[in-house]
């Protein structure tokens, strides 16, 4: 999709269709009133024959209306004039889109930047309209067959007042966001029998040829047994497929201290011994979206060229049950040299991650954070909404969840105090891998604390936020978003 930023009038420029916002009890955002007054009150009529109540991404369309250029006026809902939220404006962008990519044009220019939406800048709803744009038109076809539209949207262009220079910029940083977020999402959705860790190492190694800023390297298994990654090996030794450290390093600011991204990247999570239950078990292959979304964030900061050092850290594995799994009760030694009682085979990302954590510390990190699909107890306490959020350190909290607001990818933030830790007592070792049913994603974010005392860190449980089930089944992006964002914010407040 291409983008372009015009400073003509709705009214006299040229485009095959321009959308304009509509909102309930009959009111007219201000292009459409123009456009109204343009048309001598058709579209005044139009709604007040009551086939457009305004809600949120309800649409109609108007063909040849008399004396405006455009052949088309789209008409779309954004809820109330002066209460929009930044969900009905999402919904009225999807819709909308969704319409265009239908219609037999190709090209159109929207006016859904100028309405109100809860103080948020004309550049942030810019760079929305980007983003929920390319998801709305995200199409997964690696092994299924799609029609394609026919007339597919390629244009879209926005009206500027004097604010053409800043909307650019938005444009391109909506652009890297969301073609991160559909890397993130293609590599989720595809099957656990194609997206193996080697695949996930293939897919760095591309990316690390796409930017010359980015450089890829692949630890293998052998490498990992030097390295003494007792835990992390243990997962693997279930699989058939070898298992990948990958490595990319993202050089934009000489030598500063980088920020550290480790992301799960458990290409399928059977649970191992501690089977999980069949049922849904399919969307188990989603259990490497952290990884995927490490992917998606470096390659939209590096599309961008931000002044900023990130190293990736994905520890990729499959945790299977076999002869060689590990078993209930297994003692295994970390890379820092804590030993493990694996009471649960089925909480093996944080067994992946304290290695890859300990990992981290040669890069000399100024903040490390973790994304992890890592507990099904986040979606109990937070639904789909919202990421978890842990921390060692509160200003690092504070900067993620300042980042979640302004970017509309939230997160929301779970205590990570002492009084938790005795829950990892083991008789065994020096740590368990489970703390019992009570604050599931507090301990299994307090396991990773163990390994994390030497950096300011954070931990993203994304269990709930990185894919939708249901009849629209499928990976969601996040939290590239977020994390494109606290880089951006980390950038301006330096
Ligand atoms: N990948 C799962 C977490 C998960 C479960 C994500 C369901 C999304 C939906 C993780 O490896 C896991 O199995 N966690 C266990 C931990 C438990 C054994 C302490 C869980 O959440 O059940
Ligand atoms: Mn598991
Ligand atoms: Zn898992």
Same mark, same amino acid.
């Given at each position: 999709?291409?983008?372009?930023?015009?400073?003509?009038?709705?009214?006299?420029?040229?485009?095959?269709?321009?959308?304009?916002?509509?909102?309930?009890?009959?009111?007219?955002?201000?292009?459409?009133?123009?456009?109204?007054?343009?048309?001598?009150?058709?579209?005044?009529?139009?709604?007040?024959?009551?086939?457009?109540?305004?809600?949120?991404?309800?649409?109609?369309?108007?063909?040849?209306?008399?004396?405006?250029?455009?052949?088309?006026?789209? *008409?779309?809902?954004?809820?109330?004039?002066?209460?929009?939220?930044?969900?009905?404006?999402?919904?009225?962008?999807?819709?909308?889109?969704?319409?265009?990519?239908?219609?037999?044009?190709?090209?159109?220019?929207?006016?859904?930047?100028?309405?109100?939406?809860?103080?948020?800048?004309?550049?942030?709803?810019?760079?929305?309209?980007?983003?929920?744009?390319?998801?709305?038109?995200?199409?997964?076809?690696?092994?299924?067959?799609?029609?394609?539209?026919?007339?597919?949207?390629?244009?879209?262009?926005?009206?500027?007042?004097?604010?053409?220079?800043?909307?650019?910029?938005?444009?391109?940083?909506?652009?890297?966001?969301?073609?991160?977020?559909?890397?993130?999402?293609?590599?989720?959705?595809?099957?656990?029998?194609?997206?193996?860790?080697?695949?996930?190492?293939?897919?760095?190694?591309? /990316?690390?040829?796409?930017?010359?800023?980015?450089?890829?390297?692949?630890?293998?298994?052998?490498?990992?047994?030097?390295?003494?990654?007792?835990?992390?090996?243990?997962?693997?030794?279930?699989?058939?497929?070898?298992?990948?450290?990958?490595?990319?390093?993202?050089?934009?600011?000489?030598?500063?201290?980088?920020?550290?991204?480790?992301?799960?990247?458990?290409?399928?999570?059977?649970?191992?011994?501690?089977?999980?239950?069949?049922?849904?078990?399919?969307?188990?292959?989603?259990?490497?979206?952290?990884?995927?979304?490490?992917?998606?964030?470096?390659?939209?900061?590096?599309?961008?060229?931000?002044?900023?050092?990130?190293?990736?850290?994905?520890?990729?594995?499959?945790?299977?049950?076999?002869?060689?799994?590990?078993?209930?009760?297994?003692?295994?030694?970390?890379?820092?040299?804590?030993? /493990?009682?694996? *009471?649960?085979?089925?909480?093996?990302?944080?067994?992946?991650?304290?290695?890859?954590?300990?990992?981290?510390?040669?890069?000399?990190?100024?903040?490390?954070?973790?994304?992890?699909?890592?507990?099904?107890?986040?979606?109990?306490? *937070?639904?789909?909404?919202?990421?978890?959020?842990?921390?060692?350190?509160?200003?690092?909290?504070?900067?993620?969840?300042?980042?979640?607001?302004?970017?509309?990818?939230?997160?929301?933030?779970?205590?990570?105090?002492?009084?938790?830790?005795?829950?990892?007592?083991?008789?065994?070792?020096?740590?368990?891998?489970?703390?019992?049913?009570?604050?599931?994603?507090?301990?299994?974010?307090?396991?990773?604390?163990?390994?994390?005392?030497?950096?300011?860190?954070?931990?993203?449980?994304?269990?709930?936020?990185?894919?939708?089930?249901?009849?629209?089944?499928?990976?969601?992006?996040?939290?590239?978003?977020? *994390?494109?964002?606290?880089?951006?914010?980390?950038?301006?407040?330096?």
């Amino acid at each position: 999709m291409q983008y372009f930023v015009t400073s003509n009038a709705p009214t006299t420029h040229k485009t095959e269709c321009v959308v304009v916002a509509v909102f309930e009890q009959g009111e007219l955002s201000a292009s459409a009133s123009v456009l109204n007054q343009h048309a001598n009150g058709y579209i005044q009529t139009i709604i007040d024959r009551g086939d457009i109540s305004g809600k949120a991404g309800q649409t109609i369309l108007l063909q040849d209306v008399a004396n405006i250029t455009s052949p088309r006026i789209l *008409l779309v809902g954004c809820g109330k004039k002066e209460a929009t939220s930044e969900n009905d404006f999402i919904s009225a962008i999807t819709a909308s889109a969704k319409l265009l990519n239908d219609l037999g044009a190709t090209e159109a220019t929207t006016c859904l930047a100028e309405i109100d939406v809860k103080q948020r800048s004309a550049e942030w709803k810019a760079r929305q309209i980007v983003i929920s744009t390319e998801t709305a038109l995200y199409l997964y076809s690696a092994t299924k067959e799609i029609k394609p539209a026919k007339h597919p949207l390629q244009k879209l262009g926005f009206f500027a007042d004097d604010n053409a220079e800043q909307l650019e910029l938005a444009i391109a940083r909506g652009q890297a966001v969301a073609t991160g977020m559909n890397l993130a999402r293609e590599l989720g959705n595809l099957p656990g029998n194609i997206c193996t860790p080697t695949y996930l190492a293939n897919q760095a190694i591309e /990316i690390g040829q796409r930017f010359e800023t980015v450089t890829t390297r692949i630890i293998d298994e052998s490498e990992m047994e030097e390295l003494g990654m007792g835990s992390f090996l243990s997962v693997s030794r279930g699989s058939r497929e070898p298992a990948k450290l990958i490595t990319l390093n993202y050089n934009g600011a000489g030598d500063d201290r980088p920020v550290v991204l480790v992301g799960k990247g458990l290409t399928f999570d059977t649970g191992g011994i501690s089977l999980k239950p069949s049922q849904g078990m399919d969307e188990m292959k989603y259990d490497m979206c952290g990884s995927a979304s490490v992917f998606g964030t470096i390659s939209a900061i590096a599309q961008l060229n931000l002044p900023i050092n990130v190293v990736g850290v994905v520890p990729s594995s499959e945790n299977l049950p076999d002869g060689d799994a590990n078993k209930p009760g297994d003692v295994v030694t970390s890379m820092a040299g804590k030993t /493990i009682e694996i *009471l649960n085979t089925d909480a093996e990302g944080r067994l992946l991650l304290c290695d890859a954590l300990t990992y981290s510390e040669r890069f000399n990190p100024e903040i490390v954070i973790d994304i992890a699909t890592l507990t099904g107890a986040i979606i109990v306490a *937070l639904g789909n909404h919202a990421t978890g959020l842990m921390a060692n350190n509160q200003d690092l909290a504070d900067d993620l969840l300042k980042a979640g607001n302004d970017s509309f990818d939230r997160t929301w933030q779970l205590p990570l105090w002492d009084d938790y830790q005795q829950q990892l007592d083991s008789n065994f070792a020096d740590i368990a891998n489970v703390g019992g049913k009570e604050a599931g994603s507090v301990t299994a974010a307090c396991f990773l604390s163990r390994f994390t005392e030497k950096f300011t860190w954070a931990h993203l449980d994304i269990a709930g936020t990185a894919w939708v089930s249901g009849k629209a089944k499928g990976a969601t992006g996040r939290p590239v978003p977020l *994390l494109v964002q606290y880089l951006l914010n980390r950038i301006e407040s330096k």
